[in-house]
């Protein structure tokens, strides 16, 4: 019994393993990706913005394009926010008790991750064309030039982890709950018991003394063919 599980986690109310948490795939790819998001965001916040020797005014290194900046810093601060929420939710899972609950939450898992695949390959083409597009002038002193490479670099990462958070949550949603004290339409056996129609031991042949029944049997049981003899004394 101990090894039936419903979405990847067995009953609720077990133990706490960090060590086993860790070495979770998804655990794992959380944890890369909340350090993609650190990096990414940064990278952009602290070395994104620069101004040129006659300027006073600071302007984003990605082709003085404010969007750019904006969408990176944006997306690294709402990724780390939500790969810590994730972390938090898979620490919490194997504690839900319904079935359904835990279907909502991986559901909710591969459509976030999904998403943020998604979000991540956008970002990474819009930051990669406008790094591709800016001018020599605009940064002659060639500064924050490596932070905008890794913004780059870590966005086209992210892209794979994110889809493999989604690949894991698929995989817990397949798996879904293959043990009958998780299923949905559970019922007790005792209770299942209690509401059977009683059947009298012996099957259809007994009836009441006052029926035909009982004269048959009466009659059947001396006949002999039951292996009685009587005796003349």
Not at 100 to 119: N, Q
């Amino acid at each position: 019994m101990e090894g039936m599980q419903a979405y990847g986690a067995g009953k609720a109310g077990g133990a706490f393993d960090p060590v086993t948490f860790l070495q979770q795939p998804q655990t794992i790819l959380r944890i890369v990706s909340w350090l993609f998001s650190i990096v990414i965001f940064g990278c952009i916040a602290n070395e994104g913005y620069i101004n040129r020797p006659k300027e006073v005014e600071e302007y984003c290194i990605f082709n003085r394009n404010q969007n750019a900046c904006n969408y990176g810093v944006f997306m690294g601060s709402m990724a780390f926010l939500c790969c810590v929420t994730f972390l938090a939710l898979d620490i919490y899972f194997p504690q839900i008790s319904s079935v359904k609950d835990r279907k909502k939450a991986v559901l909710a898992d591969v459509g976030v991750s999904a998403f943020w695949s998604f979000m991540w390959f956008v970002g990474f083409c819009f930051l990669a064309n406008q790094w591709q597009v800016t001018k020599p002038e605009d940064n002659p002193l060639r500064e924050g030039g490596d932070a905008a490479r890794a913004a780059i670099t870590f966005s086209f990462f992210s892209i794979f982890t994110w889809a493999g958070q989604c690949f894991f949550a698929f995989q817990r949603y397949k798996l879904g709950a293959d043990s009958a004290l998780f299923s949905q339409d559970y019922t007790d056996p005792s209770q299942d018991a209690a509401g059977a129609p009683y059947t009298s031991f012996g099957g259809d042949d007994l009836e009441s003394p006052s029926g035909g029944g009982a004269q048959t049997n009466s009659d059947g049981a001396f006949d002999g063919t039951g292996g009685y003899q009587r005796q003349d004394y």
